[in-house]
């Protein structure tokens, strides 16, 4: 907690930090940008419980569920996933238990 005094009256701050040792979870998407087969890392660092990994498209729209399932803490899954259908930019979100951890951008590259 930090404390602030203002003639007089005192504000207090509640300064949210992370516990020791937590971990943060992370999600990253290869090669970005896409052509077609991409794989996500997924590691869930300090935490475990129901994840899941979706992909919308730049309006909102549920586009595709890649992932769904129980992760368990400090653990690595990759998931490969065929997007070559949707050539367009995209937006991965990454919940677990319910809550928002980590999201991105996939940007579609140029076939050759």
Same mark, same amino acid.
């Given at each position: ?15 949210? &930090?992370?516990?020791? +040792?937590?971990? $943060?979870?992370?999600? @990253? ?5 896409? /052509?077609?087969?991409?794989?996500? &890392?997924?590691?869930? +660092?300090?935490? $475990?419980?129901?994840? @899941? ?5 730049? /309006? ?8 769904? +399932? ?43």
């Amino acid at each position: 907690m930090l404390f602030r005094s203002v003639q007089g009256c005192t504000t207090v701050y509640a300064v949210r &930090t992370a516990s020791p +040792g937590y971990v $943060a979870p992370t999600v @990253t998407a290869f090669p970005n940008p896409y /052509i077609d087969m991409l794989t996500f &890392t997924i590691k869930t +660092g300090s935490t $475990a419980g129901l994840a @899941t990994l979706k992909v919308y498209d730049m /309006i909102g729209r549920n586009i595709d569920n890649v992932f769904e +399932g129980v992760l368990e803490a400090n653990v690595e899954k990759k998931v490969k996933h065929n997007l070559r259908i949707f050539n367009q930019p995209l937006i991965y979100v990454f919940t677990l238990d319910g809550k928002r951890v980590v999201a991105g951008r996939l940007i579609p590259g140029m076939p050759e």
